[in-house]
């Protein structure tokens, strides 16, 4: 039986437009198919050909901005002023990539030149080179629906190195993404491209996805969701007669440090600064912080204090769909009948628009119980109460791997703070000394991922500009003839 795909007013959950089917195995097949078909010959593109189409792609969003941001908002319920930041950043990242490509960086070249006799210190002439990995799997999340979704980091990292893309369209937002997938095809063929280097297919049935990923020419997936449906897909990309590689960013829990010196210097402005963090966009972020670890002290004490008044006066937005809606409620549930929690801010949410959680645990509690690090994705967190530094790096052992860590007052070394940046580098992608982690640059340096369960692939990024590495296999040239050496890196 076909799944029927339908636009989804996100504020009343009234249907818009009629319904439409998701893509069967044939047109999967056909749209894969297509991808390889033109795989090599996108991958001996220029650079300068494929920074003319990411800047083609934005400036086509640019275009489309009150069209495609207000179906956005329909469907999605995140509002003008967030759904407007969010295109901005999408195009500037299609613009970053194009700017790395013109900067020739994406050609990494290593060349060693022969060394006349024997080994081990004679050696041929070696030069090692990048080639693209073939058409490549995107999956779109739900709760970036331009950033991370049809045209987001993925898909503009895969095209910046030269691999065809089928894009999976995210069934709560699917009239938008399909919008946005006929945006891409129209700029593809405006460039004298083929039109097998931008697939779009889509789908709310679980089969959608394997078929995707079972499909023999996908050489790659990139995937941004839920920790049980990317370890779904995971396993099932591993398992293929040719395993390909699955770099899944699964969110995490964030843990967020607040030591001493930050509570008693300024707790009250950072107490509202994390409530913020935590209810932006309905805590909707991989990045929001799940756990605040606080320790016993009459200044950490106020911190707490004023942290669940802030957190209490705080509303947050209606949830992208009524799935993510259901998951989070189960969760707060779950937390509300553990009796190791305190509550602190535990009002009930309403039919349209979830409250916020928050309660308190001791370190030894949620040490000892797996359930508690688990995420609740939304606007809920655990304050967890740690005696020392000693404990606090014990908590974030427990927690294992996750995309942040936060440390608050960490500005004074010693013996303890270099432990604990230790201990939060060792579990975490990326460390913060300030700020809160919600909101992720797109540069060079960001590093969005982490040790598992937070990512599958911990030693690559799904944002910033090292993402496209992801799609680059590295192959050593060995005595290659002076017509190749020549290309200095450049695919053939």
């Given at each position: ?8 007013e ?19 097949d056909?749209?894969?198919?297509a991808?390889?078909a033109?795989a ?18 934005s400036?086509?969003l ?6 495609l941001?207000a ?21 500037f ?8 490509l013109?900067?020739?960086t ?14 081990p ?13 073939g ?8 709760n970036?629906?331009?950033a ?6 993925d898909t503009?990292?895969a ?9 999976k ?10 919008v946005?997938?006929a945006?891409?095809?129209r ?8 039109a ?6 889509q ?8 078929q995707l ?7 790659a997936v ?8 990317g ?14 590689p699955?770099?899944g ?11 001493p010196?930050?509570a ?7 107490a ?17 912080p ?6 016993k ?7 707490i204090?004023a ?8 509303q947050p937005?209606?949830?992208l769909?009524?799935t993510i809606r259901?998951t ?6 779950r ?11 535990a ?5 349209v628009?979830?409250?916020p959680?928050?309660?308190e645990?001791?370190?030894a509690?949620?040490i ?25 790096i ?23 703070t270099r432990?604990?940046v230790?201990a ?14 919600t909101g ?15 990512a ?11 993402a496209?590495?992801?799609?680059l ?18 695919p053939?």
């Amino acid at each position: 039986m076909t799944t029927m795909l339908q636009s989804i007013e996100a504020r009343t959950g009234t249907a818009v437009g009629t319904q439409w089917s998701e893509s069967t195995q044939a047109d999967i097949d056909q749209t894969v198919a297509a991808a390889a078909a033109v795989a090599d010959a996108f991958a001996a593109t220029s650079a300068a050909q494929r920074a003319s189409l990411l800047r083609a792609l934005s400036t086509a969003l640019e275009a489309e901005r009150a069209t495609l941001v207000a179906l956005a908002d329909r469907e999605t319920g995140l509002g003008l002023p967030r759904l407007n930041g969010e295109l901005d950043r999408t195009t500037f990242q299609l613009r970053g990539f194009a700017d790395v490509l013109e900067a020739g960086t994406v050609h990494a070249y290593v060349d060693d030149a022969a060394v006349a006799g024997p080994p081990p210190v004679g050696r041929p002439h070696l030069a090692r080179v990048r080639v693209p990995v073939g058409p490549v799997a995107m999956f779109s999340a739900s709760n970036f629906p331009f950033a991370f979704s049809v045209l987001g980091g993925d898909t503009a990292a895969a095209l910046a190195a030269g691999c065809p893309v089928v894009v999976k369209g995210h069934p709560a937002h699917p009239e938008l993404s399909r919008v946005t997938a006929a945006l891409a095809q129209r700029v593809v063929a405006e460039q004298g491209l083929p039109a097998g280097v931008f697939g779009f297919v889509q789908g709310g049935s679980i089969e959608v996805g394997v078929q995707l990923v079972q499909a023999p020419a996908i050489a790659a997936v990139a995937f941004t969701g839920s920790f049980k449906g990317g370890t779904a897909l995971a396993k099932i990309a591993g398992d293929r007669p040719r395993p390909i590689p699955f770099y899944g960013e699964l969110g995490s829990v964030n843990p967020l440090v607040v030591l001493p010196a930050a509570a008693a210097k300024n707790g009250t402005e950072l107490a509202a600064t994390l409530a913020g963090s935590i209810c932006v966009g309905a805590g909707q972020f991989c990045t929001s912080p799940g756990i605040i670890l606080v320790q016993k002290d009459a200044a950490s004490d106020a911190f707490i204090t004023a942290f669940a008044a802030a957190l209490q006066a705080l509303q947050p937005h209606a949830m992208l769909s009524s799935t993510i809606r259901s998951t989070f409620d189960k969760g707060v549930a779950r937390w509300r009948a553990d009796a190791a929690l305190t509550p602190l801010v535990a009002d009930v949410s309403d039919a349209v628009t979830p409250r916020p959680f928050l309660a308190e645990v001791q370190a030894a509690d949620f040490i000892a119980s797996h359930a508690l690090h688990e995420e609740v994705f939304g606007s809920a967190a655990l304050v967890v109460r740690v005696a020392s530094v000693d404990e606090t790096i014990a908590v974030l052992r427990a927690i294992g791997g996750t995309l942040t860590v936060t440390l608050w007052g960490a500005e004074v070394e010693d013996e303890s703070t270099r432990n604990l940046v230790r201990a939060a580098t060792q579990v975490a992608g990326r460390v913060l000394f300030a700020g809160v982690p919600t909101g992720v640059a797109v540069t060079g340096a960001q590093q969005h991922g982490g040790p598992y369960p937070a990512a599958t692939q911990p030693f690559t990024t799904s944002v910033g500009y090292a993402a496209l590495d992801r799609f680059l296999r590295p192959v050593a040239l060995q005595d290659a003839p002076a017509w190749l050496a020549e290309r200095k890196g450049v695919p053939c």
